[in-house]
């Protein structure tokens, strides 16, 4: 199929574009800078035939540009890839911030050069594979690919304390997931021994008490990538240490994997353990919303505040998936994307600042805004986004994401979507103390008196950032289309895994979609398609699921 | 009469020791000329040995004593490719030491040929015979280095323990005898009591400790480290091989002939070895600063991973899967491990007089900063301890992620969860040496050039890691036809 053959191009045209680099001469560093730029960008233009080849509509199959043959057949394990709405999000989202880091970059890498880019390239083979993935090995493969080269760009290319760093971040993340590989293996012994997703979502035969353990596993691995709170301490130290290139990539698109994990293979393979522990989940979740937006007040680094904000704002993700609702799933995935624009462009920012003055400490700024106007300008856009103001694509997730909660069939949802809620205050505060004490008030620093402003090459880096920042927040429907039958299927889905809990347990309170009663606020009740069944309203018992 | 059907079937070892003959000939009447050529000899003959196997037939042997079938000649190809690979990295170890001599190869030759025999043996006589041809060999090859006190305390140490085993491991093949009065592993079948027992648990013990299983295990830090490096490379790749060969041979005729499979009681004192082997080789390689130490107590926990591949033989739903998966990460475990110890030969100190630098020679030091003075030899040591760690695309995760998967499907999945967890340990010290490479600056003086060989060593090795880690395809599915029928 045509449509296959353009996703293979895209997943492996990075990867040939690094051994090509690999073969250029050493010496000759703007070359390979400029093949990087090359290659992302021809990939991004293949990547738009994805986009517009993509068929959202209803009807349309689950899995798009598929391919599907056999890898290592002696095993079992399928080259089998292909996009549903979500990934092609994710995807889209890695190819459109790939050429933006590789430019970014442009000047930070000053020694190693071609081994800073070829690491790169490969890093995106690694990121398009995992959001491609249709077997599970294959996914797994893809996902620990990425430690490698995120690896060296933190380890060769980081600041000072970058051993520490990355040495914690390759092992706590490997460590996580070998148990996920251990699960992976379960599913295949109780699938009719199949690696393959589709087939293994539709044949798993897991008691209840194994298909917890199993989705304990799973979770466990996507947590740490998350990162959820209490897993998520190994986050600001790779954040910090790493270069801007690393930054941005970590927080863009390799914390989504965690997220993406959760809504593609933790949720629809055990819909059961995922009702069953959801209320936990979100609780931590919420939790972490609160936790990171608390402890960005008292960072003094730049980079580490982003960090620990990336953590509360990953909580509204996990919270919203969380809900259960088609509001909160599809604020979720719309969060992710917000997120990586929105964090990442804040950490290109930063990287520009830092690029400017060498140090990430806050104090060390101050009244930037005289003499750099435009950077601030985009900072403060870049800041508006991330505190979800209207007009900015935050606003749309975030809001979603919060009345998807307080809709939702989580025990009392009302406290989960107003604890939730002052993260969202909260970094308003954070956010906009942290552009006070760098941009505005009197310069008291006299290095900071000549700063230049936006070079070319940064104003490039920064504009496509702030399109999308504004073209999300005020037409977000072109972006919400892909993801709402995936969303959907994901809704059927977890409904699906109710009614069969309902049939242990006749008494079982509705787990899933939109609750009627809290809807009632908005308009007269009525029996909601979501929930199939619905006992008449008063008479859901108090206890729900064992 | 042996027919010439069995000459075939056994071209592969006699290949071995003729070329054995011909190097240690050579070292008496041809050295006049410079020595250059003897490592080609060994290469050629180890090549030639390798192309014998496809044409050796499938046969039994000496009256059912061996057997030539896939499994053994796929542990006679990594022999073979142990061997050809470690006479590269020896032509160049020994040359820049003024050491080489016909008779390192001709012992070399000797080693391989017991190991060729040790992977075809079903009888416990001939496996002895075949242990001893192999172990003299290699601790002679230990020895080889006659200055200094490392290298023959080393071979002592392994030859006194070593026979030590061998001793128990004739104890317990008497036992056997007593037992059944045959040596044959086939007269196990319906066999049963208290002898039995006794005898096998004995040459149980005995192979253990060639394979360096804990408890058994207590020389191999030693013995690795002091052995000349292409000799400890030999060792790693070829002896595992051939010892794993015949225990996997031994487990499947206990399990087809004996009542302790039934109860998994067999099942349990090999889960039990594989687990003991995975967490002590790892937690032991964590501290060490000595690569080549490091490398000698991966060594071990390796051979607790393969030790799972065992474990599931014995279940007969993942019989096939099991040995296809031992027989992929024993490939899979050569070709790195002789890569990881060929990077370290080029690295490692010169020193007149060995014993002033004692560990020092491989201490991790000599790696900083080797990725920017020498990329593409940091970057090939990169790919071995990647491998080595099992993480993907590498030889390495293929080779553990077939284990685990028939660990899965014996339906051990204490195993499968000891060894990813254990494999977590083994990232934190393989990741020190690139650390050492990528993020420190370059304490020590320049290293040496390395010898020609050697870099084309390091080359096919790094590059059969990468295209096994991508393409696994043809080695897993050699190594299941391999074990067809068994």
């Known amino acids: ?239 910090t240490e790493a270069p801007t290139a690393g930054s941005v990539i970590l927080a863009g698109v390799l914390l989504k994997m965690g997220t993406f994990g959760f809504f593609r293979y933790a949720m629809p393979l055990f819909p059961e353990a995922a009702l069953q522990y959801r209320g936990t989940i979100a609780a931590v979740a919420t939790f972490g919303i609160a936790y990171g937006a608390l402890m960005c007040f008292v960072q003094t680094d730049m980079k580490r505040l982003v960090a620990y904000s990336s953590v509360s704002h990953l909580g509204f993700v996990m919270l919203g998936m969380m809900a259960i609702t088609a509001e909160g799933l599809t604020g979720s995935v719309y969060q992710m994307l917000n997120h990586g624009v929105s964090t990442g462009g804040l950490f290109l920012l930063v990287g520009m600042l830092y690029e400017r003055r060498h140090t990430r400490l806050i104090s060390e700024y101050g009244g930037l805004a005289k003499q750099v106007p435009w950077i601030a300008t985009a900072f403060l856009v870049v800041t508006f986004s991330s505190i979800g ?141 979501a929930a199939p069944e619905p006992p008449p309203p008063g008479a859901a018992p108090a206890h729900g699921s064992h | 009469m042996p027919s010439s059907l069995d000459i075939a079937a056994l071209l592969p070892f006699l290949l071995l020791v003729l070329g054995a003959l011909v190097l240690m000939m050579s070292e008496v009447f041809l050295t006049s000329g410079g020595r250059g050529y003897q490592s080609g000899l060994t290469i050629a003959f180890g090549v030639a040995a390798a192309a014998a196997v496809p044409f050796a037939p499938q046969r039994v042997l000496f009256g059912g004593q061996a057997v030539s079938d896939g499994f053994s000649g796929f542990v006679a190809v990594v022999v073979c490719a142990g061997l050809v690979l470690s006479a590269l990295l020896g032509r160049g170890w020994l040359t820049v030491r003024n050491m080489e001599r016909g008779e390192y190869y001709a012992l070399a030759l000797f080693g391989a040929s017991g190991m060729v025999l040790l992977g075809m043996a079903t009888d416990l006589l001939l496996a002895f015979i075949a242990i001893e041809v192999m172990s003299l060999a290699v601790y002679s090859m230990a020895a080889y280095p006659r200055r200094g006190q490392r290298a023959p305390e080393a071979a002592f140490k392994y030859f006194i323990l070593g026979s030590f085993a061998s001793a128990i491991l004739l104890y317990g093949s008497a036992l056997f005898y007593g037992a059944t009065g045959s040596t044959l592993l086939s007269s196990m079948r319906g066999g049963g009591g208290a002898l039995l027992a006794a005898g096998l648990s004995l040459v149980l013990v005995g192979l253990a400790f060639k394979v360096a ?56 004192v090999l889960g039990f070895l594989a687990v003991l082997t995975m967490v002590v080789g790892n937690l032991f390689a964590l501290p060490q600063r000595n690569v080549k130490r490091m490398l000698a107590y991966s060594s071990i926990a390796h051979a607790g991973y393969l030790l799972v591949g065992v474990v599931a033989t014995t279940s007969p739903a993942a019989r096939s899967q099991g040995l296809s998966a031992v027989l992929v990460y024993l490939a899979a475990y050569a070709f790195t491990v002789i890569g990881a110890f060929s990077v370290l030969a080029v690295l490692e100190r010169r020193d007149p007089n060995p014993d002033v630098s004692a560990g020092g020679a491989w201490d991790i030091s000599r790696f900083a900063g080797l990725a920017s003075r020498r990329p593409w030899l940091a970057f090939a040591m990169a790919i071995f301890m990647l491998s080595l760690a099992g993480v993907p695309p590498t030889a390495g995760f293929v080779a553990k992620l077939s284990i685990f998967q028939s660990a899965a499907a014996a339906n051990a999945w204490g195993l499968a969860v000891v060894g990813v967890l254990t494999s977590i340990l083994g990232v934190y010290y393989y990741l020190r040496v690139v650390v050492a490479m990528y993020m420190r600056p370059a304490e020590v003086e320049e290293p040496s050039p390395a010898h020609a060989t050697v870099v084309v060593a390091i080359a096919v090795t790094a590059l059969v890691v990468v295209v096994v880690g991508f393409s696994p395809e043809p080695l897993a599915a050699w190594a299941r036809a391999a074990v067809l029928g068994m």
């Open chain 2, 213 to 268: 299983a804990v408890p058994f295990h207590a020389w191999t830090p030693d013995v690795y480290e002091g052995a000349p490096t292409p000799a400890t490379a030999f060792m790693a790749a070829g002896v595992k091989a051939a010892a794993f060969a015949f225990l996997t041979r031994g487990v499947l005729a206990m399990v087809a002939g004996t009542p302790y499979a039934v109860g998994s009681e067999l099942g349990g």
């Open chain 1, 1 to 239: 199929m045509a449509g296959g053959t353009l996703l293979n191009v895209v997943l492996f045209l990075p990867l040939l574009g690094a051994l090509v680099a690999a073969i250029l001469p050493r010496g000759e560093g703007s070359q390979h800078k400029a093949w990087a730029l090359f290659v992302s960008l021809v990939v991004f233009l293949a990547s738009l035939g994805l986009w517009f080849g993509f068929d959202p509509s209803r009807g349309a199959p689950e899995f798009q540009f598929e391919t599907s043959v056999p890898w290592i057949s002696a095993l079992g394990i399928g080259y089998h890839v292909g996009l549903d709405g979500v990934a092609l999000l994710l995807v889209m989202l890695t190819t459109a911030l790939m050429p933006i880091v590789i430019l970014a970059a442009w000047n930070s890498a000053q020694e190693r050069v071609k081994e800073f880019f070829i690491a790169l390239l490969f890093l995106e083979t690694a990121m398009i594979g995992t959001f491609a993935a249709l077997d599970l090995i294959l996914f797994y493969v893809f996902y620990e690919a990425i430690l490698i080269p995120m690896y060296l760009l933190i380890g060769v290319w980081g600041s000072s304390n970058r051993v520490y760093a990355t040495v914690k971040f390759f092992v706590y993340t490997f460590a996580a997931s070998v148990l996920m590989l251990v699960a992976i293996l379960y599913v295949w012994m109780n699938d009719g021994k199949s690696f393959d997703y589709v087939v293994a979502r539709n044949a798993l035969q897991v008691t209840p008490a194994v298909g917890a353990l199993l989705f304990g596993a799973f979770a466990l691995a996507f947590a740490v990538k998350v990162p959820m709170f209490p897993l998520h301490t190994w986050l600001p130290d790779a954040h």
């Open chain 1, 389 to 529: 103001l209207p007009g900015t694509n935050g606003f749309v997730g975030e809001f979603l994401i919060l009345s998807g909660t307080w809709l939702s069939r989580l025990r009392s949802p009302g406290w989960y979507a107003a604890f939730g809620a002052t993260g969202v205050v909260l970094g308003a505060v954070y956010m906009l103390v942290l552009v006070q004490k760098v941009f505005f008030g009197k310069i008291t620093n006299p290095e900071n008196r000549h700063l230049p402003d936006f070079s070319v090459r940064e104003a490039f880096v920064i504009t496509p950032v702030i399109l999308l920042i504004v073209v999300m927040g005020l037409a977000p429907q072109p972006f919400l289309d892909p993801a709402k039958s995936s969303v959907d299927r994901l809704l059927a889905r977890m409904q699906a895994a109710e009614q069969k809990l309902r049939k242990a347990d006749p008494d079982l309170r509705p787990l899933t979609g939109t609750d009627p009663v809290a809807l009632a606020f908005a308009r007269p009740p009525a029996v909601p398609a």
